[in-house]
């Protein structure tokens, strides 16, 4: 009897699974606050020289086992918990995987995004376990995400996964800002947020420090901060840098903006951030950046180029790469950051298959049904490039037809941030796409 229920039990949470998984009003499941692919490290040398290694903070997930299950292919991975994380918040990062999936951790679910074309987090504290971990990512199949992708990823597998270990008063984020003074110099506005775990006040010394291209150190400072009851703070700092060593095509450079946090005596974290401090205008249709005048010569890519092509694009002539719809590849902005090319940031949007029509059962662009599902990626993708100083336009879709969730998009763009132009070509000249001259 006691088999017969439990096997019910498990039946009922698949069909209650799939029937939340299949609404296009569910665009996410405990998925945590988006943020810019902060990664924690132990000390600034470890720090500096980035990347994902295994280490005190960080243990990546790899080796995965493939299985299937009555939701879709599964992707089965193993982690070791230290005991020295029983005081830390826990943090899965999962990739960019072409599909919307599940995640479990030890059987218990994790969280659920519909659309899996930009990177998300899910806080797995109460999840975890010392020792070994087992991590589930189910790729569902068919995903409700489809309806708004033209060419689904074929074959979707997870992205790079990895679990990250941050104090209970940690930096949840940091925003990098430009403007332009009236002496001519740059400014560096620097936010840092600051999310606590703790109920009880806690006050942590914040300190940040900027180093230049050449690796001298331009600027550092500090600010104290006290929290309680999980809430959150965002600690400001500003800096005054040469125009002539602002970011742009010609002139790419790329500071080290590296935020480190104490409390009680003690270092918890070394956040580094690789920066470039540029301004972006739109002038009744010209692009400025850092209050001149820029002529956009478009090469219209795909998700993946090597700094070496990139450089024979200059070549030719292209100095832009419009990105096509589908998953966001960091490392390709972490090469047109360093290579100093501009891009046009394409929206994971496009509804072609669904035609152009406008009424009741057309495109999804003028369905009030798909409305949370438009803004849920407009939003996640913005979030996640966000710093990146090469990312200069943002192009709101590609070939869907227009309408109410498009208009609703760009609305939201322009909360986010007022500066970047945002597009849309096949907007058929309506309100919702900046004028920008383009080629």
Known sequence: MRYITAVMALFSTIIVRAQDYDSPRTTQIDRDDARSGIVAYPTQEEALRFGHAPSRYLRPIGEWQEGSSELGRTFTGEFNM?????????????????????????????????????????????????????????????????????????????????????????VRDILVRSTISNDDNGVLELGVVIKTHALNPKTTRVYYEVLAPDTTKVVEGYKDLTLDMRREDTVRFMATIPRSMMWSAETPNLYTVVVRTRYEGRINEYIPLKAGFRTVANDNGTLLINGKPVTLRVKEGSSEYTVQELGTFKKLGYNALRMQPGMLSQAQLDRCDSAGFYVIAQIPIDTNRAGFSRKRGGNPSNDPAWRDAYLDRTVQHYLAVRNHPSVVVFSLARESANGINLYESYLRLKELEKERPVIYPESGGEWNSDPLNLP
């Open 82 to 170: 230290p005991f020295a994380w029983i005081d830390r918040e826990l943090f899965l990062y999962v990739g960019p995987c072409g599909s919307g999936y599940e995640v479990t951790v030890n059987g218990r679910r994790a969280g659920y995004v519909q659309h899996g074309n930009t990177p998300a987090e899910y806080d797995i504290t109460k999840l975890a376990v010392e020792g070994k971990n087992r991590v589930t990512v189910t790729m569902l199949v068919p995903s409700t995400s489809e309806a708004l992708e033209t060419a689904p990823t074929k074959d979707p597998v997870p992205g790079e996964c990895y679990v990250l270990a941050q104090p209970k008063m940690r």
